[in-house]
């Protein structure tokens, strides 16, 4: 007998199992009474301490005395439920047969329901049934659209959004109430089909549904503080672990912000790890992960050791066999220029992955930064010269050098339909995204937490956003635009939560989340390992994602190319990296992880020029052309590629710090005219600078040796993940090229005085160019 054996019939589509194959004897001529056949019998069973999203088993209470074969139907309501592999979708939650009388069932909806069933042997039929209670959840789950999206708002484009946007229009006579009833119905439509898109999250239920809830691990949320005794994350906050940095704490374990408007860290604490099904607030991405945090982004005086504490360093308290699945770092430099790499600053920020887990390695994941579109520093400069209708990132993310190598893992953000959004910073650099949603009113952003009582927070009198909009149009309307930040929400009553945390600074939580469910799924994968199962089952997002190409004199050039499939099968994309993060594939391919990466193979820097200590190349970029400047380099070994790093000097002698013009000040467009691909030796192209990017001062060295004059690029490091899994072996061409002879005025000169911006008169120049490969030795 094969109790798990299951056999469908076309007429009832029930599972039919043979309980026994006992039987009396046809040759027993001494038999003169014939057995009557029994009808089978059913009975209730009665679940208990059901959690939302996770599985709960239970044995089904049916029987047939004679040993019948039996088939069994499922009921939802009064509806016949037509199984698919012996899984029943229910309206409730999902019920898989593991035999007669064994199942799993999952709580999707959280409601208390009855399942229904009919077991039936020789046309003789008992009925019985499966009690599930409400389940164990978190109230305000529901709308946590980035765990499981079913298109909810998230209290965006509420009621008393759009009342107090009628009032506000009918009573400062823009329109009569009828009017402004029907356009504000109007926009609401249009903006609730645009962005409600049911299906667009990290598919987490399904890796709670496998049993990983991110028990094992610990995350470290390297940021403004942490509130250690907030009520959903005091249970997953490590007793006496994290650090307050600032010389002057009387408690050096207590990194909770002393600032009442707000509190970064705890709200990005909540997305990794709220505790789950306490009753309380939301749910984490890995809900039973351990939390230790470390303000580095406090305002004050810190200890000078700060940089190699936050990296896990001796004296951090970190032990070096801890199992620290991540560091989330979301925070980051802003400012118009590429900064220049530093191989310091890349042995400090790969600590984690050389030397924690006992050498297996924890990851940083790392916010890729929020300025797609123009920042104050430079004003109206990327609506100026075309980048924001182009739909170009302003600001490369991989001009901030902790960005430039692998080490760091990259993360932008998408939105609730599963789209890029309006403010993450693009780059080859990226290795993946996750939900972060916009400002919460137009758009939903995300549910987390939030600094404790009304009198302190993002939530409250005194949060940023609510005390603004109070100072600009009144209580009233403030309470309307953010009813569930404004004090007083009967679903938020002491203001411990908040619906407005969006940005990088929140992709990058949702990622460590993840990240840390896969460690918990299966603690012997190294951080290279991590990286790989993201590059593999993260999801491609906005699929039909468009190329965008700007004019270069007669002819065109490609400065983002979509979605690139490579040689070795992955896609990529700037503005999402190898897509959507997955925690339900991650989680099941981490459980059944069978790749060997071998030991890591990283090549010295190859190329000429002053990047590699040699005679400059003095190669000419012709300006507004695709001619370019190419440099080939050639990799001899056959390497699989995990990353890839471009080193590259850019000169032009007209770029400094402003051109005086009379009253103003100008400043050359050699910068932002600049444009950089690379082809591998296997054909695949990557774009590193796309053009008309935020590069308007010099580069920057923050070792001590600040701007340098002249130097568009000054040991500028670009990182690509576009070439994951190709063979490195082979020529890879580098070329940078002028693609615009534009000059332009600008409305605004931000903090950055520059009136105007003027094409060069000389060409720019390439100095020097190299490659660095990261990855293992091919297979034999």
């Known amino acids: 007998m094969n109790n798990n054996k299951f056999k469908y019939t076309a007429l009832s589509a029930a599972i039919v199992l043979a309980l026994s194959a006992c039987g009396g004897s046809d040759n027993n001529k001494n038999s003169s009474a014939q057995e009557v056949d029994q009808a089978p019998q059913a009975g209730v069973t009665q679940l208990e301490n059901v959690k939302h999203w996770q599985t709960t088993s239970g044995p089904i209470q049916a029987s047939d005395a004679d040993g019948d074969n039996l088939s069994i139907t499922i009921f939802d309501g009064e509806t016949e439920i037509i199984p698919e592999d012996n899984v029943y979708t229910l309206s409730h939650g999902i019920l898989t047969l593991k035999g007669i009388n064994a199942f799993d069932y999952l709580s999707v909806t959280g409601e208390a329901a009855t399942i229904n069933f009919t077991v039936t042997a020789n046309s003789k039929s008992a009925s019985g049934s499966i009690e599930i209670p409400a389940a164990i959840t978190d109230p305000l789950a529901s ?300 758009a939903p952003a995300m549910v987390t937490t939030d600094p404790m009582t009304c009198l302190s927070g ?27 930040d404004y004090p007083g929400h009967p679903e938020n009553p002491n203001c411990n939560y908040r619906s407005s945390m969006n940005g990088t600074s929140s992709a990058a939580p949702n990622a460590s989340g993840v990240i840390s469910l896969i460690l918990s799924a299966n603690n012997e994968l190294t951080w290279r390992d991590v990286r790989h199962i993201i590059a593999s089952t993260s999801t491609k997002n906005d699929a039909e994602n468009a190329s965008v190409t700007v ?130 030796p296997s054909g695949t192209r990557s774009v590193l600078l796309s053009s008309r990017q935020a590069l308007i001062r010099p580069a920057y060295d923050l070792s001590g040796a600040g701007f340098q004059n002249g130097y568009i690029l000054k040991n500028g490091v670009f990182l690509s993940n576009s070439f994951y899994g190709e063979s490195a072996k082979g020529e890879w061409t580098i070329r940078v090229l002028d693609v615009s002879d534009k000059s332009f005025a600008t409305a605004s000169t931000g903090d950055i005085v520059y009136n105007g911006y003027v094409n060069n008169s000389t060409p720019s120049k390439l100095m020097g160019a190299a490659v660095r490969i990261f990855g293992h030795q091919s297979a034999e």
Request: net charge negative; proline share 3%; aromatic share 8%.
């Open 143 to 442: 709308q946590q659209w980035h765990l499981n999206n079913t298109g909810q708002k998230a209290y965006a484009l509420s009621d008393e959004m759009k009342q107090g946007l009628v009032d506000l229009y009918v009573g400062r006579g823009i329109m009569t109430e009828e009017e402004a009833q029907q356009y504000w119905d109007k926009e609401f439509e249009e903006a609730e089909t645009n962005i409600l898109v049911a299906g667009e999250d990290m598919n987490v239920k399904n890796a709670f549904a496998q049993g990983v809830t991110g028990q094992g691990v610990t995350a470290v949320v390297v940021d403004s503080g942490l509130e250690i005794r907030h009520e959903d994350l005091a249970p997953n906050v490590l007793p006496n672990r994290s650090l307050n940095l600032l010389n002057d704490a009387l408690d050096k374990t207590d990194p909770t912000s002393k600032a009442t408007n707000g509190d970064h860290g705890t709200s990005v604490a909540g997305l990794i790890a709220s505790k789950g099904w306490n009753g309380l607030g939301g749910r984490g991405v890995s809900p039973d992960t351990g939390l230790i945090g470390m303000n580095l982004l406090a305002s004050g005086e810190k200890t000078p050791k700060q940089e190699l504490l936050v990296h896990g360093f001796p004296g951090s308290g970190i032990t070096v066999s801890e199992s620290i699945s991540v560091f989330n770092r979301s925070y980051g430099l802003t400012y118009p220029v590429q900064f220049s790499y530093s191989e310091l600053d890349e042995a400090i920020e790969s600590y984690p992955n050389r030397k924690l887990r006992s050498g297996k390695g924890a990851t940083n994941v790392k916010s890729s930064g929020n300025s797609f579109v123009s920042e104050d520093l430079e004003g109206s400069f990327c609506e100026d010269n075309g980048a924001n209708d182009l739909g170009l990132t302003c600001y490369n993310s991989n001009s901030e050098s902790s960005q430039g190598h692998p080490y760091y893992f990259s993360i932008g953000a998408v939105n609730s339909n599963g789209k890029h959004t309006s403010y993450s910073s693009a780059g080859s650099n990226l290795l993946a995204a996750a939900p972060a949603g916009e400002y919460g009113r137009w």
């Open 551 to 680: 004019p270069v004199g007669d002819n065109e050039f490609v400065a983002h190319d979509g979605w690139v499939e490579n040689a070795a099968g992955y896609s990529h994309n700037n503005l999402y990296g190898f897509g959507r993060v997955d925690a339900g594939e991650a989680v099941k391919m981490a459980k059944s992880y069978s790749n060997n990466l071998g030991e890591e193979v990283i090549t010295d820097w190859t190329g000429a020029g002053s990047v590699v200590a040699e005679e400059s190349l003095e190669m000419p970029i012709p300006d507004n052309s695709l001619v370019g400047a190419t440099y080939k380099v050639t990799i001899e070994d056959d390497i699989k590629v995990e990353a890839a790093q471009f080193k590259l000097d850019v000169f032009n002698d007209e770029f400094g710090m402003g051109i005086e013009s009379g009253e103003d000040v100008l400043q050359s467009t050699a910068g932002s005219d600049l444009a950089i691909e690379v082809i591998s």
């Open 458 to 484: 993002s939530s409250g009198y005194t949060g940023r956003t609510i005390a603004g909009w109070t100072a600009a149009y009144g209580e009233e309307f403030a309470a309307s635009q953010y009813p569930f």
